[in-house]
């Protein structure tokens, strides 16, 4: 008779994140497009597992997007008129993830907590600064970069869909020491707490 596993420990279920944004500010700025991919991985190894789940939308903003903004994302006013976002589908995912992950969390992050206030007590891990990058002799932090540093193709920069499956793939590269970076970035911190707390 096969030994039955702890899953509970040894997996993890998170949810990447991404938003499109009007400006900067979220005090002043709006999310127009929305993207989170709810994914399995093994908190042993690092490795991803599973999508379980997706989402992406669009939401028109009470204001026009400034143009400084569609020359980042390409997003114009016509894509988004009469959008809403999938509320209940956003929380359905975030609410099944026991952590949060954004490349520059700090920016997804303050827009996201606005429209989702509950969330903001979730466990949120950036996938740009949690990663020691330059000590592994990257010159620079930023999604694009990375990617193309590793031979990760992302058709379309700067929109929240390719922007989360590309950084998915990102993690899940491995580093020199033959662990994931989302081992790196998540695992290996988890498993410390769990240790501590038994």
Known sequence: MQEQKDISVTLGVAG???????????AN??????AVTLFSFNYETGEVLEVLDEYVGMREPKKKIPRSAIKIHGITNEEVLGKKLDKEHILSILSKADLLIAHNAAFDRSFVVRLFPEFNCKPWFCSMRGINWGQK????KSLPYLLKAHGIKNNRTHRADSDVRAA???LSQYNKENKTYLYELVASNIKQKVRVAR
């Open 16 to 26: 990447f994140i991404d938003v499109e944004t009007t400006g900067l500010n979220p």
């Open 29 to 34: 700025d709006e999310i127009i497009e929305f």
């Open 137 to 140: 002799g990257f010159a620079y």
């Open 168 to 170: 998915i793939k990102l």
